[in-house]
């Protein structure tokens, strides 16, 4: 699910179901959808309709909040 945008940031055309919720973002001019944990509501990041097929969204996830585990 995790693809290179070309944004710099990590990305993803889908995610968990179930474990994200969103909502409207009015912190910058235009509105935007933000995604948060379901469990904590910890900011993920935010939503963009500019993704790859088959979803077509880009999931774009703040760096910061992802913590990578070695299998």
């Avoid at 990041?45 to 774009?60: A, I, M, N, S």
Wanted: proline share 7%; aromatic share 14%; with cysteine.
């Amino acid at each position: 699910m995790k693809y290179d945008s070309g944004t710099g940031w990590p990305s993803y055309f889908e995610h968990v179901e179930g474990h994200m919720l969103s909502q409207l973002d009015f912190s910058l001019i235009w509105p935007r959808v933000e995604y948060h944990c379901a469990r904590c509501g910890g900011h993920q990041g935010h939503v963009f309709d500019d993704g790859p097929e088959p979803t077509g969204l880009r999931w774009c996830n703040n760096g910061a909040a992802l913590r990578f585990v070695p299998a």
